[in-house]
C-alpha cells in the first residue's frame, strides 16, 4: 500500500507545482497535471466554517451509481455516506450533525472520525516502551481513550484530491509528546470511493522514536438511513471465532476467549437485537480475526432497506460497538434527528485495545524506519 501512496503523493506533488513541471519537458502541462486538475474539479469542496482561525472545508466524493461519501478535513471526519437502498432511493446511513458545531460540541461520541494516535482504550492511561514510562491523559475512567484530550479527531488535516479514482489524500503531523506520547509521527489517511460503491480507507505512518499506534475511523452506521431509529433489527456476521473479554471499564483482561456458545457469536448472521440483552451495557468488545493480509470479515445487512455491507480488513481485531452511550441528549444533529441508545454501530478496524499493556496481543509498537500500514474497506450493496 505504501508504493502507491508513495506514488499518488509523487503526482500530487508534480501537480501542485505552481508553473513548472515535475520533468523538463517546458510549461507544457503533463498527464498526470492533466488528471490531477481534473480530479480536483470532480471532487466539489465547500467551506464548512474554522477552528481557531483555520478554514475547514468539506469535500463531496461522488461515483457513476449514486454513492457520495463527503468528508470534512478536522478528524478527517466523514459527514455522509450516501448510497441507494433496494428501491433506488439514496439516503445517508451515519449519524451525523447538520454543522460544525455538532462536530465540536462537548460529549460528542466521535462521529465519523480518525481516531489515533491510539484508538480505544489504553489501561490507567500510561505504558511504558522499554523502561521509559509515559504518561497520557485520562479521559476515561482513569484510562485513556482514542488519543486523549485533543486526539486526531480534532485536528485540522491538510487534504488533497488525488488523481485516478474519486480519492481524498489527508496528512497529519503529530509533534512529539503530543497528548503524551513519544515521537512525531507523520499520518497519512486516503479516502476512495470506487466506482463499485466500495469506500476504501489506507493508513500510512512513520515516526522517529518507538511509539504505539492503532489508527481507525470510528463512523457510526445505519444502514435504514434513520427509518429505523434503532440498529437492533441490522444482521450481522463476523468471521471472528474470539474476541477479548473486558472488565468494568471495558480495558481487555489480557484472555482471548472463543466466541461459540456465547452472545458474542457472530460467526453465522444474526440480528443484533437477539442477545444483545445478554451483554451487560451492550456490546463494546474486540473481536479476533485468524487470518492474513487484507481479508473481508463480515457483512451487515438492513432487512427494511435492503442494503447490504460487507468489511474487508488488514486489521487483526474490529471493535464492534453498538452505541450503547448515545442518550438523546446530542445537539446539532442532521434534521433534528433522535440519536438514542443503539441509534447506530461502529465496526472499528484496529488492533486490540490496551496492547500497550498486554504482551500477549499482537504488538502495535511502531520503530523509526518501519511503517505502519492499514487497510479496511466497507462495500455497499443492496439485496
Not at 190 to 218: C, F, M, R, S, W
Not at 226 to 239: F, R, Y
Not at 310 to 315: F, R
Not at 349 to 378: C, V
Request: glycine residues 10%; aromatic residues 10%.
Amino acid at each position: 500500500m505504501f508504493k502507491k501512496t508513495a506514488s499518488l503523493m509523487t503526482i500530487v506533488t508534480c501537480s501542485l507545482l505552481a508553473g513548472s513541471a515535475c520533468n523538463s519537458a517546458g510549461p507544457k502541462k503533463s498527464v498526470a497535471e492533466d488528471s490531477a486538475a481534473a480530479t480536483a474539479a470532480a471532487i466539489e469542496v465547500q467551506p464548512y466554517g474554522e477552528v481557531d482561525g483555520q478554514p475547514v472545508s468539506q469535500y463531496t466524493l461522488a461515483n457513476g451509481k449514486g454513492m457520495i461519501v463527503k468528508v470534512i478535513n478536522y478528524g478527517g471526519i466523514i459527514t455522509d455516506i450516501i448510497t441507494p437502498d433496494k428501491e433506488g432511493k439514496a439516503g445517508n446511513v451515519v449519524l451525523s450533525y447538520d454543522s460544525l458545531a455538532g462536530y465540536r460540541q462537548k460529549g460528542n461520541p466521535y462521529f465519523g472520525t480518525l481516531v489515533g494516535r491510539y484508538a480505544n482504550r489504553i489501561a490507567k492511561a500510561k505504558f511504558k516502551i522499554d523502561s521509559a514510562e509515559y504518561k497520557l491523559a485520562a479521559n476515561n475512567n482513569g484510562n485513556s481513550l482514542h488519543g486523549g484530550l485533543k486526539g486526531f479527531d480534532k485536528a485540522i488535516w491538510k487534504a488533497t484530491p488525488l488523481p485516478g479514482d474519486s480519492s481524498l489524500l489527508l496528512e497529519y503531523t503529530s509533534p512529539d509528546g503530543e497528548e503524551g506520547y513519544p515521537g512525531t509521527l507523520q499520518a497519512q489517511v486516503i479516502y476512495t470511493l470506487t466506482a463499485n460503491n466500495g469506500l476504501k480507507i489506507e493508513y500510512v505512518a512513520t515516526a522517529d522514536k518507538p511509539t504505539p499506534v492503532n489508527l481507525t475511523n470510528h463512523t457510526y452506521f445505519n444502514l435504514s438511513a434513520g427509518k429505523d431509529s434503532t440498529i437492533l433489527n441490522h444482521v450481522l456476521q463476523l468471521d471472528a471465532p474470539s474476541y477479548t473479554p473486558v472488565d468494568g471499564q471495558l480495558i481487555p483482561t489480557g484472555k482471548i476467549e472463543l466466541v461459540k456458545g456465547t452472545p458474542m457469536d457472530f460467526t453465522t448472521a444474526k440480528r443484533i437485537g437477539d442477545d444483545i440483552g445478554k451483554v451487560k451495557g451492550g456490546y463494546d468488545h474486540n473481536w479476533v480475526f485468524e487470518k492474513e493480509g487484507l481479508q473481508t470479515v463480515g457483512s451487515l445487512y438492513d432487512p427494511g432497506s435492503g442494503r447490504f455491507m460487507t468489511l474487508a480488513t488488514s486489521e487483526p481485531g474490529v471493535q464492534f460497538y453498538t452505541g450503547n452511550f448515545l442518550d438523546g441528549s446530542l445537539k446539532y444533529t442532521r434534521n433534528g434527528a433522535y440519536y438514542g441508545k443503539n441509534a447506530g454501530l461502529c465496526l472499528e478496524t484496529q488492533h486490540f485495545p490496551d496492547s500497550p499493556n498486554q504482551p500477549s496481543f499482537p504488538n502495535t509498537i511502531l520503530k523509526p524506519g518501519a511503517r505502519y500500514t492499514q487497510t479496511t474497506i466497507y462495500q455497499f450493496s443492496v439485496k
